[in-house]
Each structure stands twice: as structure tokens, then as C-alpha cells.
């Protein structure tokens, strides 16, 4: 699987962003998939996850109530939308995509074989 992150920028604190990730390669249906962020000089953080029908979400604690996981698998197109941003979002956030029990939510890095080379989002104050 092929994965393809966008959508980041800078943009001011309360500020939103929509961030998109384009799958190839593989059927869209057939991975379950999340995203991640690593700020510098910190481990990559969980974000957000989602199984292959979008069914089952979940987003960690530190972001809930502001972002959002969808995907449209018509689209082979995954999302992350970003709201009341804050300067401590600031990070680079990877999409990652896996085969293995796509009808859960995985919150852990290791979960994922595949990755995309992430996408820079800039939160000033």
C-alpha cells in the first residue's frame, strides 16, 4: 500500500485544517487505517483511527472534541479534519494503513506495516 498525506500548512491557533491521505495499490477497502503525529524532539503520538468500513473511530484524548476521522472509499481517500487548533498540535502527521483485523480500531504504531511520508502542520500562537 501506497499513501500519499497533504493538507498541512500553517494556520493560527483556533484555526482548521483538513488533512487527506490518497491510498494505492492495494483495495482502499481492505486496511484499516489511522493517523499519527510526532512533534520535535517527542515519540510519535497516536491520533486518530478508523476500520475499513468507518464503522468504529476513535481518537485520542488530547484531541477529542476538535478532531475528526472519516474516509470515503470511493475515493481510496482518508481524512483528518482539524478544528480549534492549538500551538501544541504542531507536528508532522503520518497516515498509516493495515491489513491485519481491519474490523477494529488499531491505537498502537507497531499495528501498522505501511506509511506515508507525512505532512507538516504549523499551529502559531
Known amino acids: 500500500v501506497q499513501l500519499q498525506a497533504s493538507g498541512g500548512g500553517v494556520v493560527q491557533a483556533g484555526g482548521s485544517l483538513r488533512l487527506s491521505c490518497v491510498g494505492s495499490?492495494?483495495?482502499?477497502?481492505?486496511?484499516?487505517m489511522g493517523w499519527f503525529r510526532q512533534a520535535p524532539g517527542k515519540e510519535r503520538e497516536f491520533v486518530a483511527a478508523?476500520?475499513?468500513?468507518?464503522?468504529?473511530?476513535y481518537i485520542a484524548d488530547s484531541v477529542d472534541g476538535r478532531f475528526a476521522i472519516s474516509r470515503d472509499n470511493d475515493k481510496n481517500t482518508l481524512y483528518l479534519q482539524m478544528n480549534s487548533l492549538k500551538p501544541e498540535d504542531t507536528a508532522v502527521y503520518y497516515c498509516a494503513a493495515t491489513t491485519r483485523r481491519i474490523n477494529v480500531v488499531h491505537t498502537t504504531d507497531y499495528d501498522y506495516q505501511h506509511w506515508g511520508k507525512g505532512t507538516q502542520v504549523t499551529v502559531s500562537s
Open positions: 495499490g492495494r483495495t482502499f477497502r481492505s486496511i484499516a
Open positions: 478508523i476500520s475499513w468500513g468507518g464503522a468504529r473511530t
